[in-house]
C-alpha cells in the first residue's frame, strides 16, 4: 500500500463523516499535485537507484577504516545529497543503504544465503548475534550522523 492510498481513505472518511467536501478535497489534492508527484518519483527514483547507492555506500564503509572517518564521510555524503534531494529523500536513502547492509550480513553470518527473514535470529549461534547486534549499533550510528548531515545542510 502506498502512503497516498492511506491518505486517500482518509479524504474519502472524512467526506463520508460530513467533516469536509468533496469538492473541498478535489482542491486540496490539486493545490499539492506537485508535492505528491514529487513523493511518488522520489520513492520510484530511490528504488531504482537502490543498487548504486549500495554501491556507493559500500564503497565507502570498505575503503575508510576509521570509524570517525567513516562518520563523517557519511555526515558529509548526507549533506552532499541534502543539496539536491530533501531530508526526507536523503533519510530514506540512507536507511535503504543501511538494509541492505544488513541484509549482506545477516545472510552470511546466518549462512543463509536465500534467507531473506532479517528479523529471525534463533538459528544464529549466540556468538554471532552478538556481533550482529554490534553491527545493528554501528549501523544505526552511522544513520544518525547522516541525519546530522541532512540537518546541517539544510540549515
Given at each position: 500500500?502506498l502512503?497516498?492510498?492511506?491518505?486517500?481513505?482518509?479524504?474519502i472518511?472524512?467526506?463520508?463523516?460530513?467533516?469536509?467536501?468533496?469538492?473541498h478535497?478535489?482542491?486540496?489534492?490539486?493545490?499539492?499535485?506537485?508535492?505528491l508527484l514529487?513523493?511518488?518519483?522520489?520513492?520510484?527514483?530511490?528504488y531504482f537507484?537502490?543498487?548504486?547507492?549500495?554501491?556507493?555506500?559500500?564503497?565507502?564503509?570498505?575503503?575508510?577504516?576509521?570509524k570517525?572517518?567513516?562518520?563523517?564521510a557519511?555526515?558529509?555524503?548526507?549533506?552532499f545529497?541534502?543539496?539536491?534531494?530533501?531530508?526526507?529523500?536523503?533519510?530514506?536513502?540512507?536507511?535503504?543503504?543501511?538494509?541492505?547492509?544488513?541484509?549482506?550480513?545477516?545472510?552470511?553470518?546466518?549462512?543463509r544465503?536465500?534467507?531473506d527473514?532479517?528479523l529471525?535470529?534463533?538459528?544464529?549461534?549466540?556468538?554471532?548475534?552478538?556481533?550482529l547486534?554490534q553491527?545493528r549499533?554501528?549501523l544505526?550510528?552511522?544513520?544518525?550522523?547522516?541525519?546530522?548531515?541532512t540537518?546541517?545542510a539544510?540549515?
Open positions: 500500500m502512503p497516498t492510498d492511506s491518505g486517500g481513505l482518509l479524504a472518511e472524512a467526506v463520508f463523516i460530513g467533516m469536509t467536501s468533496a469538492e478535497v478535489r482542491n486540496e489534492v490539486a493545490a499539492n499535485l506537485e508535492v514529487l513523493l511518488i518519483f522520489m520513492v520510484a527514483g530511490i537507484m537502490k543498487q548504486l547507492l549500495l554501491f556507493i555506500f559500500t564503497r565507502l564503509l570498505l575503503t575508510i577504516r576509521s570517525r572517518l567513516l562518520s563523517l557519511f555526515c558529509l555524503a548526507a549533506a545529497l541534502s543539496a539536491f534531494l530533501d531530508a526526507l529523500t536523503v533519510v530514506a536513502v540512507i536507511i535503504s543503504v543501511a538494509v541492505g547492509f544488513y541484509s549482506i550480513y545477516h545472510r552470511v553470518v546466518s549462512a544465503p536465500d534467507d527473514d532479517l529471525d535470529d534463533s538459528h544464529i549461534d549466540k556468538h554471532s548475534r552478538v556481533v547486534e553491527f549499533a554501528f544505526r550510528s552511522l544513520m544518525m550522523h547522516a541525519g546530522v548531515g540537518a546541517l539544510a540549515s
